[in-house]
């Protein structure tokens, strides 16, 4: 039996009522309430011949982001130089703990850094700190998984599907990906990881663990990746990589710290790429960014 689907909308008392349904059964939201309007300005960016939200495999049978135009091969001349207006990306920010990563990335979605706006949050920590950050500034939280409940994957992809999210960036989420969100977003879930992949990635590998061993194994460097989100844990296509020296002396709480400025800043920089549709990919499917300053030149 289908259930009905309520979208919550908050009074200034801080009260919730009722305002729409619709057939589609969805995870509830714990504030959903009225957002700002967006920005009207248009962007232009490079992209390909594809068009949005093409689900379509291509020629090569490699499957594409469903909602950027992620391309394969070089472009002519021709075609890097012809600009084009994109709209703005849907973003689904997966947390937590404090969330600090997010924090940074919707500071950024407001101050025209990123191409896109936050429009729902998911935690399996309802209480969090970033959970809390959310819902101050009117993003509706999703709590998944819950406790005590068996709530399907199925169900979180409808919940995301039903805000349009076009990407979902992983930001100090500590629970398995599930394979059926996976495979609804392929090539769209990106995470940040604090150690240079693949090196102290994997189970077990998270938070002040990965410093600890970083330091324990005497590796003169350190850093953070964000990669692809496949099956496989920690162990998807790298976008982009940040490094920083191990000192000496360093703590772990020391080392994470300078770990941390650069993951806020590498962030930024891709999901403003895939919000720009600046991500290509080589013929061997390691995904590459397409610098701004020179469209030609892959990061």
């Known amino acids: 039996m289908e259930a009905q689907r309520l979208i919550f909308h908050s009074h200034i008392a801080g009260g919730l009522s009722a305002v729409g349904a619709q057939k589609t059964q969805v995870l509830p939201v714990l504030s959903a309430p009225l957002r700002l309007s967006r920005h009207t300005y248009k962007w232009v960016s490079i992209r390909s011949r594809s068009s949005i939200l093409s689900e379509s495999l291509p020629d090569n049978g490699n499957p594409e982001c469903r909602s950027s135009v992620l391309t394969r091969g070089d472009l002519s001349s021709e075609e890097a130089d012809k600009p084009t207006v994109i709209r703005r990306k849907n973003l689904a920010v997966f947390v937590s703990g404090r969330g600090s990563n997010f924090n940074s990335i919707h ?77 609804a977003f392929p090539n769209s879930i990106i995470n940040i990881h604090p150690s240079l992949l693949p090196a102290f990635g994997g189970k077990g590998y998270y938070g002040m663990n990965v410093h600890n061993s970083v330091i324990a194994s005497g590796a003169r460097y350190s850093g953070a990746t964000i990669h692809i989100v496949d099956e496989e844990y920690d162990r998807g296509r790298i976008i982009a990589q940040r490094v920083v020296p191990v000192l000496a002396t360093d703590t772990p709480e020391e080392l994470a710290a300078r770990v941390l400025q650069q993951e806020h800043e590498m962030y930024i920089e891709v999901a403003a790429a895939l919000c720009e549709e600046r991500i290509v990919w080589r013929s061997d499917g390691v995904p590459l960014i397409r610098s701004v300053e020179n469209p030609h030149q892959l990061l």
């Not at 169900?155 to 979902?168: A, E, P, W």
Request: some cysteine; charged content about 20%; aromatic content about 6%.
């Open 107 to 183: 500071e950024a979605t407001l101050n025209g850094s990123v191409h896109g706006d936050v429009v729902v949050v998911v935690t399996n920590k309802k209480a969090c700190a970033a959970a809390e950050f959310a819902r101050h500034h009117g993003i509706p939280v999703v709590i998944f998984p819950r406790k005590n409940e068996t709530l399907s994957a199925d169900l979180l992809v409808t919940t995301l599907r039903s805000y349009k999210v076009d990407f979902i960036l992983l930001a100090g989420y500590l629970k398995i990906i599930p394979p059926e969100l996976i495979k």
